[in-house]
T-cell receptor, first 113, second 114 residues
Framework: NAGVTQTPKFQVLKTGQSMTLQCAQD?????MYWYRQDPGMGLRLIYYSASEGTTDKGEVPNGYNVSRLNKREFSLRLESAAPSQTSVYFC????????????FGPGTRLLVL | AQKITQTQPGMFVQEKEAVTLDCTYD???????LFWYKQPSSGEMIFLIYQGSYDQQNATEGRYSLNFQKARKSANLVISASQLGDSAMYFCAMREGGSEKLVFGKGTKLTVNP
């Protein structure tokens, strides 16, 4: 079991460029999430998907779009990157049940110049 | 208003000693869950322990235990017998009942000294 995987690990973009961050999980989880982590901050939720075919906004959705491609994959797209989007991005998935613990991928470091 | 507050930006502990990392939360929902995650310098987020609001006993997982004081709305993480590998950022998080969203505190940086 790989758990939650993310690609790429690191990316440098110029302002205005677009890119898609990929996330996949092999734990058969229904829910998936995208967070960003900025220096000195905890994680903030960008978007989440409670099930295949559904997506909802989190705390900081502006400037991002998401696609739940199937049960395994959840991608995050930056259409026109801005320096304020320089951050570490984490994907997570959660089990169904009492706890619904979220398990995280290794993160993607994004630098927007 | 902050839903999760971690008041200790940094903590130091000697190897083999116990340490308590503070977390207070704010919710009016009677059903909620509290989580602790560890983030080592390598960057990944590692789940440590969970406490449900209706759980009668404090959660324990190996050297980790959660000191859950519901009336005070606190969920402090206790690490016993600290090891050098425990040096990391520690985040407290809460999910309110019926919500998919996990809200994180700003974290505490723990340094374990030899």
């Amino acid at each position: 079991n790989a758990g939650v995987t993310q690609t790429p690990k690191f990316q440098v973009l110029k302002t205005g460029q677009s890119m898609t961050l990929q996330c996949a999980q092999d734990m058969n989880h229904n829910s998936m999430y995208w967070y960003r982590q900025d220096p000195g901050m905890g994680l903030r939720l960008i978007y989440y998907s409670a099930s295949e075919g559904t997506t909802d906004k989190g705390e900081v959705p502006n400037g991002y779009n998401v696609s739940r491609l199937n049960k395994r994959e959840f991608s995050l797209r930056l259409e026109s990157a801005a320096p304020s989007q320089t951050s570490v991005y984490f994907c997570a998935s959660s089990e169904i049940g009492r706890q619904e613990t979220q398990y995280f991928g290794p993160g993607t470091r994004l630098l927007v110049l | 208003a902050q839903k999760i507050t971690q008041t200790q930006p940094g903590m130091f502990v000697q190897e083999k000693e116990a340490v308590t990392l503070d977390c207070t939360y704010d919710t009016s929902d009677p059903s909620y869950g509290l989580f602790w995650y560890k983030q080592p310098s390598s960057g990944e987020m590692i789940f440590l322990i969970y406490q449900g609001s209706y759980d009668q006993q404090n959660a324990t997982e190996g050297r980790y235990s959660l000191n859950f004081q519901k009336a005070r709305k606190s969920a402090n993480l206790v690490i016993s017998a600290s090891q050098l590998g425990d040096s990391a950022m520690y985040f407290c998080a809460m999910r309110e009942g019926g919500s998919e969203k996990l809200v994180f505190g700003k974290g505490t940086k723990l340094t374990v000294n030899p």
